[in-house]
């Protein structure tokens, strides 16, 4: 059965940190891995999705990561801004053969103070 | 091009009550995804549709169903509504069903059930 563990569960860091968040799973049989954002009440706004084939994408000042031998994924947030703060959710996608399965991690907290 | 929109954005029912929620993908997506979010358990999967057809299907019991339609609206349906049932209920739409794709999600729809 697949399980993806976010650490750590929430994180308050000084505007214009550097940060990472961790995911983990732990089946390695992933089509892909999708970053989420979602703020408090609302739904959820996809950040970045990598391929099982890829290591790691970009957009902006966000990169994630993907290492699938060792059922690990980062995302590397630069310069963080109070508008940063949200939950970020990790999600491995296509679990099962569905790619419309998404088994997500808890999420991590993140509060950037100005 | 127009998110994912879901309605209603609130619903308060009672135990024993049914409820209908609707999900209209963004236009030309065909599959439609729908999760359940909770404080205690996080984001599960409740269903997958594919052009009007079930794909895929979590582990939740019978009273949970749903349907696709021709133009790839989505509903599901909740029967003899329980405390525990009260979530955000999310859906999210992809173009197909191929891994490569990305899952959009509407706002939700927040039901508390009395």
């Known amino acids: 059965k697949q399980e993806v563990t976010q650490i750590p569960a929430a994180l308050s860091v000084p505007e214009g940190e550097n940060l990472v968040l961790n995911c983990s799973f732990t089946?390695?049989?992933?089509?892909?891995l999708q970053w989420f954002r979602q703020d408090p009440g609302k739904g959820l706004t996809s950040l970045l999705l990598?391929?099982?084939?890829?290591r790691e994408q970009t957009s902006g000042r966000l990169n994630a990561s993907l290492d699938k031998s060792s059922g690990r994924s980062t995302l590397y947030i630069a310069a963080s801004q109070p508008g940063d703060s949200a939950t970020y959710l990790c999600?491995?996608?296509?679990?099962?053969?569905?790619?419309?399965?998404?088994?997500f991690g808890k999420g991590t907290k993140l509060s950037v103070k100005p | 091009k127009a998110g994912v929109t879901q309605t209603p954005r609130y619903l308060i029912k009672t135990r024993g009550q049914q409820v209908t929620l609707s999900c209209s993908p963004i236009?030309?997506?065909?599959?439609v995804s729908w999760y359940q979010q909770t404080p205690g358990q996080g984001l599960q999967f409740l269903f997958e549709y594919f052009s009007e057809t079930q794909r895929n299907k979590g582990n939740f019991p019978g009273r949970f169903s749903g349907r696709q339609f021709s133009n790839s609206r989505s509903e599901m349906n909740v029967s003899t509504l329980e405390l525990g049932d009260s979530a955000l209920y999310l859906c999210a739409s992809s173009l197909n069903r191929e891994r490569t794709d990305t899952q959009y999600f509407g706002p939700g729809t927040r039901l508390t059930v009395l």
């Open positions: 990598i391929q099982s084939s890829q």
């Open positions: 999600a491995v996608g296509g679990y099962g053969g569905s790619q419309g399965n998404l088994i």
């Open positions: 089946d390695s049989a992933i089509y892909n």
């Open positions: 236009s030309g997506h065909r599959s």
